[in-house]
Structure formats: C-alpha cells, structure tokens
C-alpha cells in the first residue's frame, strides 16, 4: 500500500521560501513519477510540478517556473518542492501524487495515489 505525506508548509511572507517534502511509504518508489499540486479555496485543483522516475526530467507550471524546484532522493524515497520567491498567489493546500505508469503528468486524473496535503500560506 502506497501512502504520501507532506509537510513543511506554513504562513510565510512575500517574497520568502519554503521548501515542501512528501514521504513515500510502499515499495518501488522509484519507479513512480511524482507530481505537485494545489488547490486554492473556491478554485480547481492546479498542476505545479512533476518529476520523473529517475528524476531526470522535471516539467513545471508556467507560473512557477523559475521560481520553483522539484526533486527527489530515490534512497529516502523522497520529493522536495523548493519554493523561492513566494507570492500571495501561490497561497494554497500543495499535495504531491504518485504516478505508477511510465511518464509523468500535468493531469492529476493520471496520478494514482494522493497525500493529504500541506497548507502554503503567503502574506502580502
């Protein structure tokens, strides 16, 4: 059974960091491609960023890019979402997700098992 758990959100002020981990616990973690999500109140679920396998390819949502980065440690079997330059836009619950297929994607219907999610909070 694959189970995902983020911390390290927060309340934080413009222009801060935070940076976001999600554990996985289930076998063969590494041969899942990871995604970030997040879900403002009263708005849709939106992609933010995904990694793949190997963690060599990454893709990121236009209104993060360069500002955000994703990675993992396939030993720890962990995903990290560093987040610079923080904006009271990104102000949202951030939940990573588990792809068993090969490939990663920007569509969370893809994405096979989900984390409870971690509050980001950003103050103008």
């Known amino acids: 059974q694959v189970q995902l758990v983020e911390s390290g959100g927060g309340l934080v002020q413009t222009g801060d960091s935070l940076r976001l981990s999600c554990a996985f616990s289930?076998?063969?973690?590494?041969?899942?491609?990871i995604g970030w999500f997040r879900q403002a109140p009263g708005k849709e679920r939106d992609f933010v960023a995904a990694?793949?396998?190997?963690?060599?390819?990454?893709n990121y949502a236009d209104s993060v890019k360069g500002r955000f980065t994703i990675s993992r440690d396939n030993a720890k079997n962990m995903v990290y979402l560093q987040m610079n330059s923080l904006k009271p836009e990104d102000t949202a619950v951030y939940s990573c997700a588990a792809k068993r297929s090969v490939g990663y994607s920007t569509y969370f219907s893809n994405y096979d098992y989900w984390g409870q999610g971690t509050q980001v909070t950003v103050s103008s």
């Open positions: 289930g076998r063969n973690f590494s041969t899942f491609a």
């Open positions: 990694i793949s396998r190997s963690g060599v390819g990454t």
